[in-house]
């Protein structure tokens, strides 16, 4: 029976794909959140050894790997292809952590169920794989790099040995919107507040778990001017008011420094007369916080009365410190770039808000694109944690990426684009931070690019991959690659 060729473009098609999606159901089934890689770091070298790639891994399992071009007598540059292979892992607490994570496709979506998916960046790993083990295409001579704790800090790229790359331009797949073209970054640095704890004791109390739900989070650099709620806050929010009635037994906000934070809980105090006072005082904030989000965000607040009564609680000058730091806290858009319609200049946000023996612990991520603005920032929060009684302290400060007028790399990538989906992408910059600006600065000639499928609710529980973009990125990394291989004089 003779299958018309149609059919034969469907199956390679399906093939062509498989091959990127069964290296991210590999990755999937390996733990790797931040500070957790070694095992997908020792995963990523076994893959080496077995493909007879040289690599190397690093003290910080950062690993590199080397492929020689398959074009035969190739003079050509070296490209690198870069990836970071941790993950933000957040749950909604149906999976455990160490099951790895559970995939489903539905209705051409790539989901994980109950956790986030890993896409960012663990897609552009699955990517970089596929590469490594394709013979069916041309490809220039390539350095791949892996890198570890971007997603706290980029902390691998800051202590990657940059002297081992000798590559002239660099791809970078950890953008989320297909049609856009990254060519520059934010800088940031994170922040650590702590405010000292002084108790309490206190008798006949009633206590209450108050718990904010329903926020939908997200990533503080891409999500940041998308007007949601940031639940910690709404907390110090809601404490500036009822203080003058209510104690405060416990708060805690779990999350990260670079995501808005969307889930908190608070054991308040209060007196039996007091009672229906907090009550109605949270439901007031309730519908006043969903007045505020009913066009960006979703929130409830719960409360539950406790079975026991409450004796231990935080002292009133620990509460106002608090509430001093919650209220004032410059927190979200900042500035906005002037040059660049839609495009978030200077943003602060506040990430956890947890207690740590003694102390209270807030962590937050400043990121611009304007180094004194990102300092004047750093300044403002330096005397407001003193005013506040507490201490301050920073890390992970990061370059930021300039964009470049000439770019080889950017004109070549637009050009292959267009050619096969006939429309030019965007070519725009981030708000958020890149390990390319690392990079940049350790590498003042490097050409650099960064692109990728489109992802939705990144660093969410609700994160998914569209896969027919996966697939047309896969086919136009392929296509990119080929070409810088073939036209040296156009290449970077």
Not at 29 to 54: G, N
Not at 158 to 174: E, F, P, T
Not at 411 to 428: S, W
Not at 439 to 444: D, G, L, Y
């Amino acid at each position: 029976m003779a299958f018309p060729k149609r059919f034969y473009h469907m199956v390679r098609k399906v093939i062509e794909m498989s091959i990127v999606l069964d290296y991210f159901k590999e990755i999937a089934k390996i733990p790797h959140a931040t500070y957790d890689e070694k095992r997908i770091s020792d995963f990523l070298m076994e893959f080496a050894k077995r493909h007879q790639l040289e690599a190397e891994q690093d003290e910080m399992y950062n690993v590199i790997m080397r492929k020689p071009s398959n074009l035969p007598g190739y003079q050509g540059p070296t490209v690198i292809l870069q990836a970071h292979m941790d993950m933000v892992y957040v749950s909604d607490g149906t999976r455990s952590y160490e099951d790895g994570l559970l995939l489903e496709e539905k209705n051409g979506m790539l989901k994980a169920v109950g956790t986030t998916l890993g896409a960012d960046n663990g897609m552009a790993v699955a990517y970089y794989l596929a590469v490594l083990a394709s013979e069916d295409f041309y490809y220039p001579n390539l350095e791949v790099v892996f890198t570890v704790q971007e997603e706290d800090g980029l902390r691998g790229a800051a202590g990657l040995d940059y002297s081992k790359l000798k590559g002239s331009c660099l791809i970078n797949m950890d953008s989320e919107e297909e049609q856009t073209f990254c060519t520059g970054c934010a800088g940031g640095v994170r922040t650590h507040i702590k405010l000292p704890v002084q108790d309490q004791s206190v008798s006949d109390f009633v206590g209450y778990h108050v718990s904010l739900e329903g926020l939908q989070g997200g990533h503080s650099g891409m999500a940041i001017h998308l007007e949601r709620g940031n639940a910690i806050q709404m907390c110090g929010r809601i404490l500036q008011k009822i203080r003058k009635y209510a104690c405060l037994s416990k708060i805690q906000c779990k999350g990260h420094a670079n995501v808005i934070s969307r889930d908190a809980s608070m054991v308040l105090a209060v007196r039996p007369q007091d009672q229906q006072k907090l009550q109605k005082d949270l439901q007031q904030f309730e519908r006043e916080f969903q007045q505020e989000l009913q066009f960006s965000d979703t929130i409830s607040i719960a409360v539950k009365e406790l079975p026991s009564s409450v004796s231990t609680v935080f002292s009133s000058n620990t509460v106002d410190a608090l509430v001093g730091l919650l209220t004032l806290m410059p927190n979200g858009v900042l500035h906005n770039n002037a040059a660049m319609e839609g495009l978030v200049e200077t943003s602060n946000n506040m990430g956890s808000l947890e207690q740590c023996g003694e102390a209270l612990v807030l962590t937050g991520s400043i990121r611009s694109s304007v180094a004194s603005r990102k300092q004047q920032v750093v300044k403002q929060l330096e005397e407001l944690t003193r005013l506040c009684g507490g201490t301050i302290e920073f890390f992970g400060d990061y370059p930021h990426w300039s964009y470049r007028k000439d770019s080889p790399l950017r004109d070549t990538a637009v050009q292959v684009y267009q050619k096969l989906y006939g429309r030019k992408p965007e070519i725009f910059a981030v708000h958020a931070g890149l390990e390319c600006g690392y990079f940049a600065q350790a590498m003042p000639d490097l050409d650099i690019l960064s692109f990728g499928p489109d992802l939705h609710f990144v660093h969410t529980v609700k994160e998914s991959a569209d896969l027919a973009s996966v697939e047309r990125m896969w086919k136009f990394l392929r296509e990119l690659l080929a070409t810088l291989a073939n036209h040296i004089e156009t290449s970077c």
